[in-house]
């Protein structure tokens, strides 16, 4: 996961509040619209060629609408769609900035919701993050994302069954559904973390390395930006439970209960995941220090055998006239066994106290 930072949020500083400006990366070539009209007798799936044919598709009698657009580089769609709709230009400055905190906003004739949706790249292990924009309106949702593929696609495959729950009920149905398919792909995502957590704790233990250190600091890291998309999902989810609008039915406030126990539950996996990491480096440095504590202890046994072997050898080297068994036929043979037997003696001895 690449970390966020700050740049290219100069872009709009000092400009007029509702001044729409893209601030972040252009991620499509190409800005495609689909919509869905549907109610429980009729589903129509199209792509959209042109902004303006979204105006013809509004106020549809009896037919639920979405419309979800990825790419948000083109500003004339986001401010057509704006006018269409009747959206407020701070709501469309939102979508555009696409380094928003998640939220929940109630302006009356609509309600705009922001969290982060995130997706594995399952060959380089990264996460990508894409900012999902939601806008609840009578009769229509519109969702804005930054590019092509998300996790809707069970979402659209069940809307394509005339029995399902989502054709049966009301566009805030809908909007639960695309949060809830957001927080359920949070528990892959965590999942996929844990399985490796699990790997690096064995590796930690058995061979703990250099670069176990770095693997570490990027779950850390991983941690760290998860946390922050996630957090503020239970402001927005308990901000949709306590909201005073008659686009939020009562029967859709009791699933809304049901995904804010599972923010909850992906909050306290983030927080236990984030302190199994922390005593892993306590324990990668622990390990070090042990390890270095071990070869010191050898190095040291070894040093302290050849310290009086060392002596020994010392003072037959200084080669004076009258030294004894200087001249004797078996002298050296004897001191190089004296010398091999102290040596042999030694060890015996640290083994016994156990220090080897």
């Not at 599972?262 to 480096?281: A, C, G, K, Y």
């Not at 006239?321 to 060890?347: C, K, N, Q, T």
């Amino acid at each position: 996961m690449k970390p966020e930072t700050l740049g290219g949020r100069q872009s709009n500083v000092g400009l007029a509040p509702g001044t729409l400006v893209h601030v972040g990366e252009k991620k499509v070539e190409k800005v495609v619209i689909q919509a869905w009209i549907y109610n429980n007798e009729k589903l129509i799936e199209k792509e959209l060629q042109t902004v303006e044919e979204c105006q013809a598709l509004k106020d549809q009698p009896g037919m639920n609408l979405w419309i979800n657009v990825d790419g948000l580089d083109r500003i004339e769609v986001i401010e057509k769609l704006g006018k269409y709709f009747k959206i407020h230009p701070l709501t469309l400055e939102d979508i555009l900035n696409t380094g928003q905190r998640p939220k929940m906003e109630d302006y009356e004739s609509y309600i705009y919701t922001v969290l982060k949706m995130m997706l594995l790249d399952t060959e380089t292990e990264e996460i990508v993050i894409d900012q999902v924009s939601i806008i609840i309106g009578p009769r229509y949702i519109l969702s804005f994302q930054e590019r092509e593929g998300d996790v809707f696609d069970p979402l659209r495959e069940r809307l394509k069954n005339p029995a399902s729950r989502l054709r049966k009920n009301g566009v805030d149905y809908l909007a639960y559904g695309l949060i809830d398919a957001v927080i359920d792909n949070y528990f892959l995502i965590l999942e996929h973390f844990g399985e490796k957590i699990e790997d690096l704790e064995d590796e930690l233990v058995r061979n703990p390395a250099p670069g176990t250190l770095k693997i570490i600091q990027k779950y850390k890291r991983d941690m760290i930006l998860l946390r922050k998309s996630v957090w503020p999902l239970r402001e927005l989810i308990s901000g949709l439970q306590k909201v005073e609008s008659e686009l939020i039915t009562e029967t859709t406030q009791i699933y809304l209960r049901d995904i804010y126990d599972h923010t909850i539950q992906v909050i306290d996996s983030i927080e236990t995941f984030r302190d199994i990491l922390s005593s892993m480096v306590d324990v990668y440095l622990s390990s070090l220090s042990n390890r270095m504590n071990d070869i010191m202890k050898v190095l040291t046994i070894i040093a302290t055998i050849f310290i009086p072997l060392t002596f020994v050898a010392g003072v037959y080297g200084m080669n004076f006239d009258y030294m004894p068994e200087l001249r004797w036929r078996w002298g050296y043979p004897a001191v190089m066994l004296s010398m091999a037997l102290l040596g042999i003696s030694m060890f015996l001895y640290f083994k016994k106290r156990r220090w080897v």
